[in-house]
C-alpha cells in the first residue's frame, strides 16, 4: 500500500473513532484506549512508507509534518487515556487531528527527495523536536478549546482544563525553543537551507512571542478565561500557519 492509501485510511479511521467519541467517550473510559491504535496503526505506516521512501525523516513539506504530527498527538492522546486523563477531552483532540489531516490532503502529496544534509544529527534533532513541540501545542489548544466552548454554553468548565492546556503549552514551548536552537546550529555548520532558514527565521519570533504572551496572559488583569481560552486555541492556528509558510 502507498503512503497516500494509508494515510487516507488513517483519516478515515479517526474519522470514525472520533464520531464514536461522541456518545461513548462519557460513557467508558476504556473507549479510547481500545478505539485508538487502529488509526495509529495506519498512521504510523504511513510515516514509515514516507521515512522509507526518502531516506530520512519528515522535513519541510506540510502533507509528511502533518502525517507526523497527527500520529504524535495521537500518541499523546492514548498515553493520557492510559493514565486515566483523557476523560472529556479525547474528541477535541480527535477533532484538532482531523482537522491536520484536512488540510493535509488539499496539499501536494509528495515526498521530500532524499538529501544527504536531512540524515545528519543536528537536522534530525530540529525537525524531532519541532514535531514533538507542535504535538504537545496541539493538545495544548484541545484543552483551551474544551474550555472556550464551556464558557460558550455559559457551562463553568473544571479549572484543570487551563491547567492542563497551561502544561502542555508549557513543554511545547520549551521544546519549539530548542528545536530552533539546534535549527540554528545546523544551518551555521552550513548544512541548513539558508534561505528556508532565513526566511522562517522571522515566523520563529513571532511564534516565540505568542507562545509567551499566551503563557503570561492568566497574570493580566484585563485577559480573562475567555480571552485566554481563544489566545490559547489559536495557538493551534499559528501551527498550521507556520508549517504553510514552510511549504517550498
Known amino acids: 500500500m502507498s503512503h497516500v492509501t494509508l ?15 461522541l456518545r461513548l467517550e ?13 488509526p495509529l496503526l495506519f498512521a504510523g505506516l504511513s510515516l514509515a512508507a514516507l521515512i522509507r521512501a ?29 493514565r486515566g486523563r483523557a476523560e472529556g477531552i479525547g474528541r477535541y483532540v480527535l477533532f484538532l487531528i482531523l482537522v491536520l489531516y484536512g488540510v493535509a490532503a488539499l496539499f501536494p502529496k509528495g515526498i521530500t527527495p532524499p538529501v544527504y544534509r536531512y540524515a545528519l544529527p543536528m537536522a534530525k534533532l530540529f525537525f524531532e523536536l519541532e514535531a514533538w513541540a507542535f504535538a504537545l501545542l496541539t493538545v495544548s489548544s484541545a484543552y483551551y478549546l474544551r474550555s472556550l466552548i464551556d464558557r460558550a454554553r455559559q457551562k463553568e468548565g473544571p479549572r484543570s482544563d487551563l491547567q492542563q492546556g497551561r502544561r502542555y503549552l508549557l513543554f511545547g514551548f520549551v521544546l519549539f525553543l530548542a528545536s530552533q536552537f539546534f535549527g540554528s546550529l545546523w544551518s551555521l555548520q552550513g548544512w541548513g ?28 488583569p484585563a485577559c480573562g478565561r475567555r480571552f485566554e ?8 492556528v499559528l501551527t498550521i500557519a507556520y508549517r504553510m509558510a514552510w511549504q517550498p
Open 229 to 236: 481560552s481563544a489566545a490559547g486555541f489559536f495557538i493551534f
Open 26 to 38: 462519557t460513557r467508558s473510559r476504556a473507549f479510547l484506549l481500545i478505539a485508538l491504535p487502529a
Open 54 to 82: 526518502s531516506g530520512h525523516l519528515p522535513s519541510h513539506f506540510l502533507f509528511e509534518r502533518f502525517v507526523q504530527l497527527g500520529l504524535w498527538v495521537g500518541i499523546l492522546l492514548w498515553l493520557d487515556a492510559l
Open 7 to 21: 494515510f487516507y485510511a488513517s483519516l478515515g479511521l479517526y474519522a470514525l473513532v472520533f464520531l464514536a467519541s
Open 193 to 220: 537551507d539558508y534561505w528556508m532558514w532565513g526566511k522562517m527565521s522571522a515566523v520563529g519570533v513571532v511564534v516565540w512571542f505568542y507562545l509567551m504572551f499566551v503563557l503570561h496572559a492568566r497574570y493580566v
